[in-house]
């Protein structure tokens, strides 16, 4: 078996020479040989070796016994030796995980944090083939695709290794027969309260008596296929991520234009993997979120949202999905600014300063009128005038006598997503009527004509940060 497991570890580059290796050693055969083990490789890697346990609390006076256990051997093999113990029960009723969940989140947490503090390379846990196959079936059930058909990897985030996965658990135990390794057995396993130890006494026998006597070679096979086809498309969806994923404002915006190009497989798989950049996990995000976010991104209409966990939302903008956390859309109160005729007038919660100049002979006025000026017919305006946002029922004059429209139907027409609406300034007079929308439209009753006897020019320009351009 040391072979093997050393096969193993160069296979997949566990360790490299003078590594510090914190061992999970939960004093079970699995862990016990995994620590010996990696105890006879320790001058040909020249490691140093650190043991860490976590007492769950399940299991009272027997747990005790556990970490007693393990501070033992690691006393008798001369390593240092970490015991924490967590009411993990409470912990899974605060986070709203299963008990096995929060088992596995208690551990790894305490793992990482042992890493850190001695300052370890990487870190060893025992999990073997029939733990693979275990995994694979469990997912398999539980309607898995390819990233959860692919199990357990041996290598997970560059620092979490596992030597004996692809050795058996009587092989495991022979070893310890063969070495005279003592080890704890934990009576919960021989339970089938939870999931996975009903797989593990009741599935996996009668797979292997009725189906296929070798089944966790074959889940074990399983997994090492989706692993490296996962791993392709992993990469795959990586690239395209770069390209069709921008950031904003603490927002993550998708573009649709390109997502609606690639297929349903990969279009699942640049959405999740765009939630794991966003969030930095997929933590309960399932296959039913994915689907139905996806339904909103290519059918639905502008302004549909689908709420995922972990407090993500994911909003439909016309041509982008946008991902913002829940407390990140706070509307702003803003005051409406007076401008100033002539002169200029700085916006305190936008990024614009706006120029007027004003004149009575129309020859005078300027020529250059473009999406972020305009001329308007100075006696056909009540000053003094404002700047201020969108408010309800706000509409503006179309050209040519044409009847009002909403400003919020400008912007729809223009394809502004909502949460921009709020931060583009209006030019508003004195008796509320919106005059401009710059860089949109402008008031068609406030135009100049034959008639005219004044002209008013309003530009609007990018304010200098830092300096107060008030007139």
């Known amino acids: 078996m040391l072979k093997k497991v050393k096969k193993t570890i160069e296979k997949y580059q566990m360790l490299s020479n003078g590594d510090r290796v914190v061992v999970g050693v939960s004093g079970g055969p699995d862990s016990v040989a995994l620590f010996h083990l990696l105890w006879t490789l320790r001058d040909e890697y020249s490691l140093s070796l650190l043991i860490a346990h976590l007492n769950h609390q399940f299991r009272g006076q027997s747990a005790k016994k556990d970490a007693d256990f393990v501070k033992n051997m690691a006393e008798n093999f001369g390593v240092s030796c970490t015991v924490k113990t967590m009411d993990v029960r409470a912990m899974s009723r605060s986070l709203k995980m299963t008990e096995e969940e929060a088992g596995r989140k ?28 275990e995994t694979v079936l469990l997912n398999l059930i539980r309607g898995a695709g390819m990233e959860g058909l692919g199990g357990m990897d041996p290598v997970r985030n560059n620092k979490i290794i ?18 005279g390794l003592e080890s704890r057995i934990d009576e919960t396993n021989l339970q089938t309260d939870y999931h996975r130890n009903k797989i593990r006494l009741e599935l996996i026998p009668l797979l292997e008596k009725e189906y296929n006597p070798k089944i966790c070679d074959a889940m074990s096979r399983t997994a090492k296929i989706m692993q490296e086809e996962n791993n392709f498309l992993h990469e795959l969806t990586k690239q395209k991520c770069e390209d069709m994923i921008e950031w904003e404002e603490g927002a993550q915006l998708i573009c649709l234009n390109l997502l609606t190009k690639e297929g349903k497989a990969l279009q699942r798989r640049i959405l999740r993997e765009a939630v794991r950049l966003y969030k930095g996990d997929v933590y ?26 972990g407090g993500i939302v994911a909003v439909k903008e016309y041509d982008k999905l946008r991902l913002h956390r829940k407390e990140a859309i706070v509307k702003e109160e803003v005051c409406p600014v007076k401008l100033n005729v002539p002169g200029k007038t700085s916006v305190p919660w936008c990024e614009w300063l706006f120029l007027t100049k004003a004149g009575k ?39 040519q006598g044409k009847g009002r429209k909403k400003v919020k139907d400008v912007f729809i027409d223009r394809k502004v997503p909502k949460r921009m609406r709020r931060k ?18 402008s008031c068609g009753d406030c135009r100049p004509d034959e008639e005219t006897t004044g002209w008013l020019w309003v530009k609007m320009e990018k304010r200098e940060t830092g300096r107060n351009h008030d007139a």
């Open 284 to 309: 309960h995000v399932r296959f039913q979120h994915i689907e139905e976010t996806l339904q909103i991104a290519l059918e639905g209409k502008p302004g549909q949202q689908k709420t995922l966990p």
């Open 424 to 441: 583009i300034p209006l030019v508003v007079d004195s008796a509320g009527r919106v005059v401009w929308i710059p860089e949109y439209r």
């Open 162 to 179: 596992r030597p004996l996965l692809l050795v058996s658990k009587k092989e495991i135990v022979d070893y310890c027969e063969i070495h």
């Open 106 to 133: 208690a551990r790894y947490d305490m793992y990482e944090e042992v890493a850190y503090q001695e300052r370890a390379d990487r870190i060893a846990v025992g999990h073997h083939k029939d733990d693979q196959a």
């Open 361 to 399: 002979d129309m020859d005078t006025a300027p020529k250059n009128e473009g999406e972020k000026n305009v001329l308007l017919a100075a006696d056909k305006v009540e000053f003094p005038l404002w700047v201020r946002t969108q408010q309800e029922g706000d509409r503006i004059a179309l050209p």
